[in-house]
């Protein structure tokens, strides 16, 4: 059982927008930490998508967002690509653990 | 820019240890926090610990606390995880990931992964 909550799984077809959620609570999220995305192609190494609240690293195009509010966060993707299907993971930090958490991660697939 | 290459996969019995290493190259090794990221098969992410090299002092996950040791040699710029008293739920495969000038989060770069399996 992950501290921060994703569902287990979204789909969207070519074109559309999509949204994942991760849900925390007032030791992570809610305590202003800081709120980071990944995407896990299969078979590869997770890789940085969204890093403190909405920022991209070089060559994520901006079709993937990050918003936060409260206790939760979310990624949105939007112009949904057949090169998107992959996990999605959240991150963030955990006072009361005193350590990085992740989310139990949101598999998307393209229709 | 900047690599870190894993050791290779490992077979262990249950109840032994393991040492994973991870080398770092492209970058300056000590100023960066060096954390271990493990995925048992079909399974998410789960943080392990990390270090900042320059500081030396390891952070573990409580999960872990007992079990597991974190350490760098600057000399070689490498990063090592051992993992003791493994039981057939510590197979998985095993990555190191890079923080950023900022902090320990969020893992800007990641190794390839070292599989390890752990029989009985």
């Known amino acids: 059982q992950s501290v921060l909550t994703q569902p287990p799984s979204v789909s969207g077809a070519p074109g559309q927008r999509v949204t994942i959620s991760c849900t925390g609570s007032?030791?992570?999220?809610?305590?202003?930490?800081?709120v980071h995305w990944y995407q896990q192609l299969p078979g590869t190494a997770p890789k940085l998508l969204i890093y403190g609240y909405n920022n991209r690293p070089s060559g994520v195009p901006d079709r993937f967002s990050g918003s936060k509010s409260g206790t939760s966060a979310s990624l949105a993707i939007t112009g949904l690509q057949a090169e998107d299907e992959a996990d999605y993971y959240c991150q963030s930090y955990d006072s009361s653990l005193s350590g990085s958490i992740f989310g139990g991660g949101t598999k998307l697939t393209v229709l | 820019q900047v690599q870190l290459v894993q050791s290779g996969a490992e077979v262990k019995k249950a109840g032994s240890s393991v040492k994973v290493s991870c080398k770092a190259s492209?970058?300056?090794?000590?100023?960066?926090?060096i954390s271990w990221v493990r995925q048992a098969p079909g399974q998410g992410l789960e943080w392990m610990g990390g270090i900042i090299p320059i500081f030396g002092a390891p952070n573990y996950a409580q999960n872990f606390q007992g079990r597991v040791t974190i350490t760098t040699d600057e000399s070689t710029s490498t990063a090592y995880l051992e993992l003791s008293s493994l039981r057939s739920e510590d197979t998985a495969v095993y990555y190191c990931?890079?923080?950023?000038?900022?902090?320990?989060?969020?893992?800007?770069?990641w190794g390839q992964g070292t599989l390890v399996t752990v029989s009985s």
């Open positions: 007032s030791s992570n999220i809610g305590a202003h930490y800081d």
């Open positions: 492209g970058g300056t090794f000590s100023s960066y926090a």
């Open positions: 990931a890079r923080g950023t000038a900022a902090g320990m989060t969020p893992f800007e770069y």
